[in-house]
């Protein structure tokens, strides 16, 4: 049986550990006043640039997953194909082997592109939102913390 194939977990935590290491990294350069220049703040945008590399990434995730599936399709009614002509089926019993074989790829491709979707639409969103806060409030935010 296959299996949906989401964004995984690895692409998570690369995507948060960026976060962290590029809002580290503005927050250390404000804190030492890098060429007199508030660098949070400007972290801000790079997370939020960060954010649509990351929704451009959930685009070709889906395309790659559609062609995998695709060839996989291929392959299967191939297979089957072949095992019913050795076993001398009927025509419309090879039609309907061949149209559940369709249908459960129609199913296998929507449930993944909802997976696909819904994760890099979340991650997307959570990068956009914190960097625009950043990029917008940073400066603010350091006076509070230094």
Excluded: C
């Excluded at 935590?13 to 703040?41: A, K, N, P, R």
């Excluded at 956009?128 to 409030?137: P, S, Y």
């Amino acid at each position: 049986m296959l299996t949906t194939l989401p964004i995984s977990i690895r692409h998570h935590v690369v995507l948060f550990v960026l976060t962290l290491l590029i809002l580290g990294l503005g927050y250390y350069f404000s804190l030492i006043q890098l060429l007199d220049t508030e660098w949070f703040s400007r972290s801000g945008s790079v997370v939020v640039v960060l954010g649509i590399i990351s929704g451009f990434s959930g685009i070709i995730e889906e395309r790659v997953l559609m062609s995998r599936l695709s060839i996989r399709k291929r392959l299967e009614i191939l297979q089957k194909k072949r095992k019913l002509r050795l076993l001398k089926a009927t025509p419309d019993y090879v039609q309907e082997e061949l149209d559940d074989i369709e249908e459960k790829y129609l199913i296998l491709i929507k449930e993944s592109m909802h997976s696909i979707k819904f994760n890099a639409g979340i991650s997307e969103g959570i990068l956009l939102i914190l960097g625009t806060l950043t990029w917008g409030f940073g400066d603010i935010v350091l006076t509070f913390i230094v």
